[in-house]
Nanobody, 116 residues
């Protein structure tokens, strides 16, 4: 079974930057989109950003202009560059792959903490 392995989380001060990366353990076929979701304590999981195989991107309103998603199609990898981080960006960030069948594959999550 394919696994998604995330990296790049950590502790950063407000205004700082982090880059999250996610790689699949093996090739995945029939991908519709790859992206990132996040979940803060006591809140539902929410979409941060995703990118389709055609290159269309969607961002949560709260991160537009600060976060940039990119992908390497050949390597089944997706990255999220996060700049100008705010304390409200603190959450567990999950990598997601959505297939054309609407099946979702999830990573284990990587913690991002923005605090001084």
């Amino acid at each position: 079974q394919v696994q998604l392995v995330e990296s790049g989380g950590g502790l950063v001060q407000p205004g700082g930057s982090l880059r999250l990366s996610c790689a699949a353990s093996r090739s995945i076929t029939s991908i519709y989109a790859m992206g990132w979701y996040r979940q803060a304590p006591g809140k539902p999981r929410e979409l941060v950003a995703n990118i389709t195989t055609l290159g269309r991107t969607d961002y949560a309103h709260s991160v537009k202009g600060r976060f940039t998603i990119s992908r390497d199609i050949a390597k089944n990898m997706v990255s999220l560059q996060m700049n100008s981080l705010k304390p409200e960006d603190t959450a567990l960030y999950y990598c997601n792959v959505r297939l054309h069948s609407s099946r979702d594959i999830w990573g284990q999550g990587t913690q991002v903490t923005v605090s001084s």
